[in-house]
């Protein structure tokens, strides 16, 4: 689960009224209603009693609610570093290779042996 989806839960228990629980959070409704739908669906239980008159946390809801800012205000641990790569620096060869050409230098040729 997500701490975004879980963020948006708290709001939601907080608030009581999804419209404005997505107006605090700068969201729209209907991402405010699939988040909490992806809670529901991890706790396996209704969260929320939506009636016509108003909507409550149900008695699983308050639990959620509980676990979910515990949850919220653990801190948060940065991601492990990368591993390196294997292996060291690289070396340069020791062989006798020609040196390089240089742009408007005469080609390096061997010396002639002497007679």
Same mark, same amino acid.
């Given at each position: 689960?997500?701490?975004?989806?879980?963020?948006?839960?708290?709001? &939601?228990?907080?608030?009581?009224?999804?419209?404005? &629980?997505?107006?605090?959070?700068?969201?729209?409704?209907?991402?405010?209603?699939?988040?909490?739908?992806?809670?529901? %669906?991890?706790?396996? *239980?209704?969260?929320?009693?939506?009636?016509? *008159?108003?909507?409550?946390?149900?008695?699983? $809801?308050?639990?959620?609610?509980?676990?979910?800012? *515990?949850?919220? %205000? !653990?801190?948060?641990?940065?991601?492990?570093?990368?591993?390196? =790569? %294997?292996?060291?620096?690289?070396?340069?060869? !020791? $062989?006798?290779?020609?040196? =390089?050409?240089? !742009? $408007?230098?005469?080609?390096?040729?061997?010396?002639?042996?002497?007679?």
């Amino acid at each position: 689960m997500k701490t975004s989806q879980l963020h948006h839960f708290v709001v &939601a228990a907080e608030e009581l009224h999804f419209q404005r &629980a997505a107006q605090r959070l700068d969201i729209s409704r209907q991402k405010l209603t699939s988040s909490i739908a992806a809670v529901e %669906a991890e706790y396996g *239980a209704n969260l929320f009693d939506r009636g016509a *008159a108003e909507t409550r946390l149900t008695r699983a $809801g308050e639990r959620a609610l509980e676990d979910a800012r *515990a949850e919220l %205000a !653990k801190p948060s641990t940065p991601p492990p570093p990368p591993p390196r =790569p %294997a292996g060291g620096k690289a070396k340069a060869s !020791k $062989g006798k290779g020609r040196a =390089p050409v240089v !742009k $408007g230098e005469p080609k390096p040729f061997p010396k002639r042996q002497g007679r």
